[in-house]
């Protein structure tokens, strides 16, 4: 009996030790109050105290073997799951930064983008970190030692846009170190709750709900449609919302997917706004036992054909390793049935700009 009392004592604490953690851990975010819940639950993608999309969406193939395969995969390892010797990124001068009117895109590596439109500067999901983990020194590391530009070294920022609060997409560091230089932040509903925790003020957020739209330093935003889910801790899941964006400035559209299954709000996307000039679309960290939130990247030249894309430059690959694949399966894949779908494909290197208006865009295999 009293070995009995001694595990249940200590299951407590360890119980109790864990949800202090991601009560008080700032990295974890903040859940929103009362108040907040209140105006989240006018949603219409609120459903019994989550957000959820309209077409049954599992996260994971939960049954018992599956669990155990994903476990053991894991445990085992890929050796091509990553580089051989880190990646160089191409330097990004901060002099050229908003130096043209152009439609400019730098991919930073992952879904990490930095976008001049219009003489404006917009961050997308600027996940700048080493490690996508609430514990960066534990976590899995980037490919890279350096960034196309340090943080320290960016010019002022017209706007942060974020597509969820997964830690590959928001980064408490990365958030802390740019806060000062960003001019507001646009988010899905509840996501603002966490940049409140981390010294944003609430003026500086946008919450938005999918199809609604605001107008901010010239440009109109539209939070669209995802696949997918959200949550920081194991106390939070699918509390707030989870989105793709649309971007559109006087003569240029993009489509930004954040992270997404294949479905039907692609077409519907495509219907409402498209044609895009440039799509901005997940490619990696895919697996059977999770098709249902990462698409595979044939879905993903099927997800722009559906928004009606011209151009597409595949993301969400080349920074970490989140998934057993080679880590250049998701381009090779997306490379070989973009050519056979005839699409229009750009492959920079990290820190390689794209013109979304050029005749001439990066599509070496730089990879190889």
């Keep these: 009996m009293t070995l009995l009392i001694i595990i249940a004592a200590s299951i407590g604490v360890l119980i109790a030790l864990a949800y202090s953690v991601m009560t008080f851990y700032p990295s974890f975010g903040r859940r929103a109050s009362k108040k907040e819940k209140q105006v989240l639950s006018r949603s219409l993608n609120y459903k019994d105290g989550k957000f959820a999309y309209p077409v049954t969406t599992v996260l994971a193939d939960n049954h018992a073997g599956s669990s155990l395969s994903i476990l053991r995969d894991f445990i085992k390892g890929n050796p091509r799951s990553r580089p051989e010797h880190p990646l160089v990124p191409q330097p990004l001068l901060p002099g050229s930064i908003q130096q043209t009117r152009d439609t400019r895109v730098t991919w930073f590596g992952h879904s990490a983008l930095l976008l001049e439109i219009d003489g404006t500067t917009l961050f997308l999901d600027p996940m700048l970190g080493s490690s996508p983990s609430p514990f960066p020194f534990i976590g899995g590391r980037r490919y890279s030692k350096q960034l196309p530009v340090e943080i320290s070294a960016l010019p002022r920022i017209d706007a942060v846009v974020l597509s969820h609060d997964h830690y590959d997409h928001l980064d408490y560091g990365s958030i802390r170190q740019l806060k000062d230089k960003v001019g507001m932040f646009i988010v899905p509903l509840g996501v603002g709750a966490h940049l409140e925790r981390w ?19 010239g440009l109109t935003f539209t939070s669209a449609p995802a696949r997918h889910f959200s949550g920081r801790s194991l106390l939070d899941r699918n509390s707030t919302l989870w989105c ?53 990247p044939e879905e993903t030249v099927q997800a722009h054909l559906d928004v009606r894309g011209k151009l597409m430059i595949p993301i969400h690959w080349g920074a970490f390793t989140l998934s057993m694949h080679d880590w250049t399966d998701p381009v090779e894949r997306v490379f070989k049935a973009a050519k056979a779908r005839g699409v229009r494909l750009a492959t920079p290197r990290i820190g390689e700009p794209v013109y979304a208006g050029s005749a001439e865009v990066p599509s070496l295999s730089w990879w190889k």
Excluded: N
């Design 199 to 217: 010294g944003i003020s609430r003026e500086k957020i946008r919450e938005q709900d999918w199809w609604e739209e605001i107008r901010y330093a």
């Design 244 to 296: 793709s964006w649309i971007i559109q400035g006087e003569k240029t559209r993009i489509f930004f997917s954040g992270d997404s299954g294949y479905g039907p709000h692609f077409a519907e996307i495509g219907e409402k706004y498209g044609p895009f000039d440039l799509t901005l679309m997940e490619c990696g960290q895919y697996d059977p036992r999770w098709a249902d939130i990462h698409m595979v």
